[in-house]
C-alpha cells in the first residue's frame, strides 16, 4: 500500500518569494514515481513536475523544483518567485513499480500575497 | 483539442436518478483513467482503461457504478440510482503509454461537479 502525507493544509507566500510545500511518502516499492500536480480553482489537474525514485538530479521545471530525499522519505516541492497565479491547491502524487494508479495526498492551498 | 475534455462540467441530479459523464482523453493516448475527488480531498482512482479493455475496477465504489470505453477513445462514466454520497468531482485522465511499463504523465481534464440533491 502506498500513502502520501501533506502536513500543511495552508500556506501563505509573499509574492517574488520562494515557497516549499512538505510531502512524505510511505511505500514498499523498490521503484516509484513522484508527482505535483495543481489544481486553481477552476478544477483542472495540471502536472508540474515528476521525480523518479531512482533519478539522481532532483527534478526542476523552470520555477519548480523538487527536492527529493530518498532515505527520508520526502519530495518537497520548492516554487521560486511566487506569482499570484500559483494561487492554487498543490497535490502531491506517487505511482508504485508497475503501476499505474496515482495515490494522491490531501493537498496544501497556497495563497500568494501581493 | 489539445487537452483531455469532458462534459458537461457541471451535473445536478435528484437522488436516484442515473447520470453519465464523458471523457475525451487526449489523441493516441492509450491509456485513461477515471478518479472521484471529494470535497477538500485529493483525487482516488476509480477505474482505468488500456484501450477498449478495462483492465482494473478495483475502484468503483459499487455496482451502481459502470465504465466502458468502447473503440479505445471516448470513455462513458455511468452512475445509476445516483446518492448524495456521490456527489464529488470526478476526474479523467489519460496517458500516452501503456501504464505499468513506467511512470507516464497522466494528464487530467477539468472535471465534472457532480451534485447529487
Known amino acids: 500500500a502506498q500513502k502520501i502525507t501533506q502536513t500543511q493544509p495552508g500556506m501563505f507566500v509573499q509574492e517574488k518569494e520562494a515557497v516549499t510545500l512538505d510531502c512524505t511518502y510511505d511505500t514498499s516499492d523498490p521503484s516509484y514515481g513522484l508527482f505535483w500536480y495543481k489544481q486553481p480553482s477552476s478544477g483542472e489537474m495540471i502536472f508540474l513536475i515528476y521525480?523518479?525514485?531512482?533519478?539522481?538530479q532532483n527534478a526542476t521545471e523552470g520555477r519548480y523544483s523538487l527536492n527529493f530525499q530518498k532515505a527520508r522519505k520526502s519530495a518537497n516541492l520548492v516554487i521560486s518567485a511566487s506569482q499570484l497565479g500559483d494561487s492554487a491547491m498543490y497535490f502531491c502524487?506517487?505511482?508504485?513499480?508497475?503501476?499505474?494508479?496515482?495515490?494522491f495526498g490531501k493537498g496544501t492551498k497556497l495563497s500568494v500575497i501581493p | 483539442g489539445a487537452g483531455v475534455s469532458q462534459s458537461p462540467r457541471y451535473k445536478v441530479a435528484k437522488r436516484g436518478q442515473d447520470v453519465a459523464l464523458r471523457c475525451d482523453p487526449i489523441s493516441g493516448h492509450v491509456s485513461l483513467f477515471w478518479y472521484q475527488q471529494a470535497l477538500g480531498q485529493g483525487p482516488e482512482f476509480l477505474t482505468y482503461?488500456?484501450?477498449?479493455?478495462?483492465?482494473?475496477k478495483s475502484g468503483l465504489p459499487s455496482d451502481r457504478f459502470f465504465a466502458e470505453r468502447p473503440e479505445g477513445s471516448v470513455s462513458t462514466l455511468k452512475i445509476q440510482r445516483t446518492q448524495q454520497e456521490d456527489s464529488a468531482v470526478y476526474l479523467c485522465?489519460?496517458?500516452?503509454?501503456?501504464?505499468?511499463?513506467?511512470?507516464?504523465?497522466?494528464?487530467f481534464g477539468p472535471g465534472t461537479r457532480l451534485t447529487v440533491l
Open positions: 521525480q523518479g525514485s531512482y533519478d539522481q
Open positions: 502524487a506517487m505511482a508504485g513499480a508497475g503501476s499505474y494508479q496515482l495515490t
Open positions: 482503461f488500456q484501450n477498449e479493455a478495462q483492465l482494473d
Open positions: 485522465a489519460s496517458s500516452l503509454v501503456v501504464a505499468g511499463g513506467g511512470h507516464d504523465t497522466q494528464y
